[in-house]
């Protein structure tokens, strides 16, 4: 998959991408993210990116021209174009499944109060936000798409750390982990993940994410696939605490 980002800070971009499994991905050639700097495309002398709103207001509005002309420069057919915003539909697991499917993405990161609505309507149909909040520019919600979209392609993960078993995938929030030593600071790791015997393993890591998802998140039980043997382990929960859930 190929995705460009569009950017008045193309390094601070090119910098977070190094790291970690995205950083490989990179390196391994199964991902290559570009980086565009729309100053590069500015065309008066001081290579302003912005400039007043219209109708006046606090701070300053990215102007149309830069933007447009790096897009343009830059468009490839079939490329879905997206600008990250408060404004556009949530990311979501299956968003992100969804944009993982796409050979080429251009994504554009915002900054200061806005971009003129015209570059909008003119290159970027879409509209992605990662949550209800405020960032200071697009950029590290730019990250977060690249993130999750990257460790859904092919050879991205190992399959040690696959994504298949994993929350979002069950619908279920994850079972807590355990690692070495088996007694920390006297807390003991849960007896039945010493035994060995992986159908209890198995069981016992179910239910807890069935515990765990009806505590903090009882919603997803409405829409995770559960069958008769989560039903019963529900009910039980239900009546040793009713007031949960
Ligand atoms: C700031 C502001 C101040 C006064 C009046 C209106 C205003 N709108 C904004 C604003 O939305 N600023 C954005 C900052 C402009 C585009 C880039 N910025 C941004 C993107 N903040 N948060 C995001 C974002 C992107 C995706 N998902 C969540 C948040």
């Not at 149309?64 to 408060?86: H, K, W």
């Not at 990161?109 to 003119?122: F, K, S, T």
């Not at 198995?202 to 239910?207: I, V």
Request: aromatic letters at 6%.
């Amino acid at each position: 998959m190929r995705i460009k980002v569009l950017t008045i800070f193309p390094d601070m971009v090119r910098a977070a991408l190094g790291e970690s499994i995205v950083g490989r991905a990179l390196e391994k050639g199964l991902l290559t993210v570009e980086c565009i700097d729309i100053r590069a495309y500015a065309q008066n002398k001081h290579k302003n990116t912005d400039d007043y709103p219209f109708g006046g207001g606090a701070g300053m509005v990215m102007l149309a021209q830069p933007i447009v002309d790096a897009c343009e420069a830059n468009a490839e057919a079939g490329q879905r174009r997206i600008y990250l915003s408060p404004r556009g539909r949530t990311l979501t697991q299956k968003v992100v499944e969804e944009l993982a499917g796409e050979e080429e993405l251009m994504l554009l990161c915002g900054h200061y109060e806005g971009v003129d609505e015209r570059a909008l309507e003119m290159c970027f149909p879409e509209e992605l936000s990662i949550g209800d909040y405020v960032l200071t520019g697009g950029e590290t919600a730019a990250l977060v798409v690249i993130d999750a979209v990257s460790r859904l392609l092919p050879g991205v993960l190992g399959s040690e750390e696959s994504a298949e078993d994993e929350s979002f995938t069950t619908g279920l929030l994850e079972y807590p982990q355990y690692t070495r030593p088996r007694e920390f600071r006297g807390r003991e790791v849960p007896e039945v993940l010493l035994n060995g015997n992986h159908a209890l393993i198995g069981r016992w890591r179910r239910e807890q994410a069935l515990r765990l998802t009806r505590e903090r998140r009882p919603e997803l039980l409405a829409t995770a696939p559960l069958d008769k043997k989560d039903r019963l382990f529900l009910k039980t929960l239900e009546e040793e605490a009713p007031e949960e859930g």
